[in-house]
T-cell receptor, first 113, second 115 residues
Framework: DGGITQSPKYLFRKEGQNVTLSCEQN?????MYWYRQDPGQGLRLIYY???????QKGDIAEGYSVSREKKESFPLTVTSAQKNPTAFYLC????????????FGPGTRLTVT | GNSVTQMEGPVTLSEEAFLTINCTYT??????LFWYVQYPGEGLQLLLK?????DKGSNKGFEATYRKETTSFHLEKGSVQVSDSAVYFC??????????????FGKGTLLTVNP
């Protein structure tokens, strides 16, 4: 089955540590996205990538970093510079320019104490 | 800029009641409009979409009509079920591709349906 996988589902870290969240897709989609979801805030875009080896900052990129070395993979690193890292993180992908919708993974809930 | 405003929840209904969740938008350009649904502890799933004015998106008994004159895309269902309990997000995008393609989301509306 084609889809987007995110691992792990739950992640716990101590303050001051960097942590990397995994996102893999086998949909052959060019574009991939990372969102952060907080209660009552909706989804906010962190980073997105339209093509391998290229990515752009979203609305709340500070304290995060990404890489796009392979079409299937778009890992997100939450650095110690992110002031409030505890949140639910969602990865998404999108197909060709003729399609409009994004497809989402199941999410990773990160808790930093 | 682009923005989406949807009715604040939570919304609590009895099974078989009629559902409306209001959504209005502001966009530079001609947007496509979406409703996504998020079940507890899961990611988002596309529920329905409309890409031009007067289009009606529909899926699983849910409907929404793209109203350009009122910049609205209200979600409706004639008879809700307990299994419809979830958070519903209205979203828009301007452009179908290109380097600046992004979705703009509303804050979400929590729906709880009681038996």
């Amino acid at each position: 089955d084609g889809g987007i996988t995110q691992s792990p589902k739950y992640l716990f870290r101590k303050e001051g540590q960097n942590v990397t969240l995994s996102c893999e897709q086998n949909l052959n989609h060019d574009a991939m996205y990372w969102y952060r979801q907080d209660p009552g805030q909706g989804l906010r875009l962190i980073y997105y990538s339209q093509i391998v080896n290229d990515f752009q900052k979203g609305d709340i990129a500070e304290g995060y970093s990404v890489s796009r070395e392979k079409k299937e993979s778009f890992p997100l690193t939450v650095t110690s510079a992110q002031k409030n890292p505890t949140a639910f993180y969602l990865c998404a992908s999108k197909g060709t320019s003729r399609t409009y919708e994004q497809y989402f993974g199941p999410g990773t809930r990160l808790t930093v104490t | 800029g682009n923005s989406v405003t949807q009715m604040e929840g939570p919304v609590t209904l009895s099974e078989e009641a009629f559902l409306t969740i209001n959504c209005t938008y502001t966009a530079t350009g001609y947007p496509s409009l979406f409703w996504y649904v998020q079940y507890p502890g899961e990611g988002l799933q596309l529920l329905l979409k409309a890409t031009k004015a007067d289009d009606k998106g529909s899926n699983k008994g849910f409907e929404a009509t793209y109203r350009k004159e009122t910049t609205s895309f209200h979600l409706e269902k004639g008879s809700v079920q307990v299994s419809d309990s979830a958070v519903y997000f209205c979203a828009l995008s301007v452009g179908s591709g290109g380097s600046n393609y992004k979705l703009t989301f509303g804050k979400g509306t929590l729906l709880t349906v009681n038996p």
